[in-house]
C-alpha cells in the first residue's frame, strides 16, 4: 500500500499537459493565448510563445534554439498554419517519516501534439500518455476544436479539463489534484470564453468519460476575473457537479501577483462541499500559494505552502506539504524542478517529501 501511495504522489506530481507558467504575469502576460493554442495554456506552444521561452525564461539560447528540436528541422514553411509540439517528463521521488522510507523513478508522460492554427480557429490533439509508470499507450488523452467568430471570444469543444483554478503543471496540488483537476481527468468539455483586456470570463460544462466515471459525472464551472495594473489579476469561480452517488460544489478565490518584474505570488483557496445520496453535506478546503523569485534569468527560487483538508470536522482528512524548491529552465525546451517539503498525508506522521522532475518540449 505504501508503494502505491508513492507512485500515486508520483504520477501527480507532473501533469499531462505541456508546460505552462502562469508566472508570466509579472511580465504582463495575463491570457494563456499569448503564448498557447489552448485558451486555459498548457498544450502546443504558438511561435510568440516559443519566442518567449527562449527571450524571457531561459537562462541560455543559441539562434532558432527556440525551434521544434532545437531549431534542427525547418518548419518555416508550415509555421503560419500548424504548430507542432510534445513532452518527454519524468519525475525522481522520495518519502520519508517514522513509517515509511522510498524513493522511485517515475516515466511520467512521452507525447507528441500538433495544432492547426488558423486566424479564426484551431483544432488541436495529443497522442500518447503513460497509464502507469511503464505502461504507455498511444491513444489520445487530450483533443479539442476552438473557435475564435470575434475577437476576444473562443468557443471550444473536446476532451480536456475545464478551465477552472490556476493551471500549475504541478498537479500534487491540492486545488489541482485532490480537486479532480489532476493528471488523467480530462473530461468530455464544452466552453465559451471571454478573453478581454481586463475582464475574463469562462463558462464551462462537461461529462466524464466512461474510462474516468461510470456513475454519469457530469457538471458546470464559471470563472471570472480582472487584471489590473498590468500585473496583477484576481477572480472568484464555482462549480457544481453530480453523479448517481453524489453531488459536489467548488467555490473559491485565485490571484495571479506579479509584484515586479522578478516576484510572483499565485494564490487559491477553494471551499469544496460534497454530499453523498441520503448522508449529511460534507466540507472542506484546499489552499496553495505559490511564492517564487528569478535569482538569475531562468531560474526561480519557489516557496510552496499546499493544504487540503477534505473535512473540516475531521483531522485525519487533512493533508499538507509546505517548503522550498527551485525551477530551472537552463536553455530552451528544458524545465527542471527541485522540492523539498515537510508533507503530512491523512493517517501518516509527518516526514520529508522531495522530487526533481525532468521535463523536455520539443
Not at 539562434?63 to 498554419?81: C, F, N, P
Not at 513509517?99 to 495529443?126: T, Y
Not at 453530480?242 to 471551499?271: A, C, F, H, P
Request: hydrophobic share 35%.
Amino acid at each position: 500500500m505504501k508503494k502505491q501511495l508513492l507512485i500515486i504522489l508520483g504520477l501527480q506530481i507532473v501533469s499531462t499537459l505541456a508546460f505552462s507558467f502562469p508566472e508570466m504575469i509579472r511580465h504582463g502576460y495575463s491570457n494563456c493565448t499569448a503564448c498557447h493554442v489552448s485558451t486555459a495554456g498548457g498544450g502546443v506552444l504558438n511561435a510568440y510563445g516559443r519566442s518567449l521561452s527562449k527571450e524571457l525564461i531561459s537562462t541560455w539560447s543559441g539562434d532558432q534554439e527556440e525551434g521544434i528540436l532545437h531549431g534542427a528541422v525547418d518548419t518555416s514553411k508550415v509555421d503560419d498554419w500548424l504548430a507542432l509540439g510534445g513532452d518527454i517528463r519524468g519525475v525522481q521521488v522520495h518519502q520519508e517519516n517514522e513509517q515509511v522510507r522510498r524513493g522511485r523513478w517515475v516515466n511520467m508522460q512521452a507525447s507528441f501534439e500538433a495544432a492547426i492554427v488558423q486566424p479564426r480557429w484551431s483544432v488541436a490533439a495529443s497522442v500518447g500518455q503513460y497509464i502507469k509508470p511503464n505502461e504507455w499507450k498511444e491513444y489520445a488523452p487530450r483533443y479539442f476544436a476552438q473557435l475564435m467568430p470575434v475577437d476576444g471570444l473562443y468557443l471550444k469543444a473536446g476532451r480536456f479539463l475545464p478551465n477552472f483554478g490556476i493551471n500549475l503543471p504541478d498537479h500534487i496540488l491540492s486545488t489541482r489534484g485532490a480537486l479532480q483537476f489532476g493528471y488523467g481527468q480530462e473530461k468530455d468539455t464544452a466552453e465559451v470564453s471571454w478573453l478581454g483586456a481586463d475582464w475574463n470570463i469562462i463558462a464551462s460544462v462537461y461529462k466524464a468519460p466512461r474510462q474516468l466515471s461510470n456513475l454519469n459525472l457530469s457538471g458546470a464551472s464559471g470563472v471570472v476575473t480582472y487584471t489590473f495594473l498590468d500585473n496583477h489579476k484576481v477572480g472568484l469561480q464555482h462549480l457544481s457537479e453530480k453523479d448517481d452517488l453524489q453531488k459536489r460544489q467548488v467555490s473559491g478565490v485565485l490571484g495571479y501577483l506579479g509584484w515586479n518584474k522578478k516576484m510572483t505570488t499565485l494564490i487559491e483557496l477553494d471551499e469544496q462541499k460534497t454530499q453523498v445520496t441520503g448522508a449529511t453535506e460534507r466540507k472542506g478546503y484546499a489552499l496553495m500559494q505559490r511564492t517564487s523569485y528569478e535569482l538569475y534569468k531562468g531560474l526561480q527560487a519557489v516557496f510552496l505552502n499546499d493544504y487540503f483538508q477534505a473535512d473540516h470536522e475531521n483531522g485525519s482528512t487533512k493533508d499538507y506539504k509546505y517548503g522550498p524548491g527551485v525551477q530551472w529552465f537552463p536553455r530552451p525546451h528544458f524545465d527542471l524542478q527541485l522540492f523539498w517539503t515537510r508533507e503530512q498525508l491523512r493517517s501518516m506522521k509527518e516526514g520529508d517529501y522531495a522530487w526533481f522532475a525532468l521535463h523536455y518540449y520539443l
